[in-house]
Structure formats: C-alpha cells, structure tokens
C-alpha cells in the first residue's frame, strides 16, 4: 500500500515518523477514519471536519491547511485504487502530537499521516443475527475529539474478546449510555429511535447519516439520555461506524434485546446500504 508520510508517499516499509513524536511518547495525537463504496470515499469532506473539530479541541496545529489535507487523502485513494481490483480501502487521517525537545509539550507543529489498508468486512451474520457487547464504566476524556488515547478501549474490547462479545459499551458514573468503544449507539422503543446526546460522546459520521435517512423514513429520532436499566425495555439495538456501518446488537451483558434484528434497524440498514451502493 502507499500511504502519505512526512510530506510524501511512501510504500510500507518506509512509512515511520519519529521516536521523539508527542504521538510516540504521549499518544498526543488525533485521527479520522473512514472507507470507500465502488474505491470511492464516503462524507470525506465531513470526516476532514471533524478531524478539524478533534484538533482544535485538543490544540493541535496542523503544518497543512485542511483543505489541502483533503486534497491529499484523495490522492493517496488515487495511488492505491487498482483498475485489476475492485477491493475497497480504508485510510487514517492522523495527525501527530508533534515533535518535542522535553517530552511534554511540541515544539513542531502536528505531522500529516494518511495510513491506506484493504477494506475487510464483517462477516454477514453479524449485520442480520446482531453481536454482543459488555457494559464498561468510563467517561472518556474530551469524548468529542478522535484522540489517539485508546488505553481504556484496547483493555476493554480484550475484556470483551474473553466474554466473546463484539464490542463494549461506555456507561458513566450513573449507568447512563454514552458510547461504543469504535461506534455510536442507537436503541428502538416504541417504534422511535434514540440515541444519546452529542455533548459527551463523539458523534460519528455514520450516526449523522442515520439521521437523514430515519428522517426520510419517517421514524422519529431522539437525542436523550439513555440508562443502562431501559435496554430491557428495547425493542431493538444497533451501533454504527464507519467501519460496522449499521450492526444489530442481540445483547448487552446479560440483557437480550427483544429483537436481534428488528424492522426498524433492517430499513435503517437496507437504505443505509443502498445510499452507499449509489456511490458511482
């Protein structure tokens, strides 16, 4: 794969950044991630906004401008599309914690990474069976910036490998649902969608393309607070991502929701897929 590195491209072998990078020593860093449809980017210039909005949030200083990043990321599609293959990718946007003289704070402004790999789905009883996920007590720190501090999340989902769930699933000091660990969550009751606010998670760019679709599906979507003790009384459960698109959830620790995949999640699924599909 070629994949964009301290202002060039580069094959594998020679993608490498410094060992004095804030990201190294301090995981002091953001990202975004997102994938092809038909080798073509899905809502780039959104991620490119919320790559944007992490940076700030955490005060980084990019040494390109946005606009230029965009520009970039679609040039590494094009170096790595190949007219034999119709496989899909998946490209990283990083943005490092640059370079420091004492370890602790920069003294160079963030490096531009653009990481390429071949796009790999889940299997498909996974998108028409539902997974599982454990509850895990934590509040991320800045929960609406895409920060490179994955510490909590890598020993969670190593819990949830040991459980056989799929994935695990935030809850704060109440027990309120905020987030998956690499997704946003999304609960059916009464036939209307909720989900819990924007304030305290990340809000994906697959949960805002939720959005509009439920909208024209007429399935009334609600932002609120969600508490662990109400997926009893779920009809259904789903989580989205990037990388999981629209997945069922059959069950949440010892809690099975009602419907492992329910009417509203298939539609929300179904045209999910199919404005993906129109990609061309």
Same mark, same amino acid.
């Given at each position: 794969m070629?994949?964009?590195?301290k ?12 060992v004095f990078?804030?990201t190294?020593?301090r ?5 975004? +991630?997102?994938r092809t ?32 990043i ?5 040039n ?6 190949n ?21 602790i ?16 789905s889940?299997?498909?009883? +996974? ?13 991320r ?8 501090? +994955? ?6 989902l ?5 459980e056989?769930?799929?994935e ?11 987030e ?12 209307k ?24 599906l ?30 069922p959830v059959?069950?949440?620790?010892n809690i099975k929701?009602?419907?492992n995949?329910?009417?509203?999640t298939?539609?929300?699924q ?11």
């Amino acid at each position: 794969m070629i994949h964009f590195v301290k202002n060039k491209f580069v094959q594998d072998r020679d993608a490498k950044i410094s060992v004095f990078d804030l990201t190294v020593l301090r995981a002091y860093g953001v990202f975004d +991630y997102l994938r092809t449809y038909n080798q073509k980017p899905f809502h780039l210039h959104d991620h490119i906004l919320r790559l944007k909005k992490s940076a700030r949030l955490v005060g980084l200083e990019p040494r390109l401008s946005f606009d230029q990043i965009e520009k970039i990321v679609l040039n590494a599609l094009a170096k790595n599309i190949n007219s034999k293959t119709k496989n899909d990718l998946g490209l990283k946007i990083i943005l490092t914690g640059g370079q420091t003289t004492d370890g602790i704070l920069p003294s160079s402004r963030a490096e531009l990474l653009v990481l390429t790999t071949i796009f790999k789905s889940y299997p498909e009883s +996974y998108f028409n069976q539902g997974v599982k996920l454990i509850s895990w007590p934590l509040t991320r720190l800045l929960p609406q910036a895409k920060s490179l501090v +994955y510490l909590n999340a890598i020993i969670g989902l190593k819990q949830a490998q040991k459980e056989k769930a799929f994935e695990i699933l935030y809850l704060d000091g109440d027990k309120n649902i905020l987030e998956a660990a690499t997704a946003n969550f999304f609960m059916v009751k009464n036939k209307k969608l909720y989900t819990p606010p924007d304030d305290k998670i990340l809000a994906g760019v697959t949960r805002k393309v939720i959005f509009g679709l439920a909208k024209k599906l007429n399935i009334p979507v609600f932002e609120k607070q969600i508490n662990f003790n109400e997926l009893t009384q779920a009809e259904e459960a789903f989580i989205t991502a990037s990388n999981k698109e629209v997945l069922p959830v059959r069950q949440v620790d010892n809690i099975k929701i009602k419907n492992n995949f329910g009417p509203i999640t298939e539609k929300i699924q179904k045209a999910f897929f199919d404005l993906a599909g129109k990609l061309e």
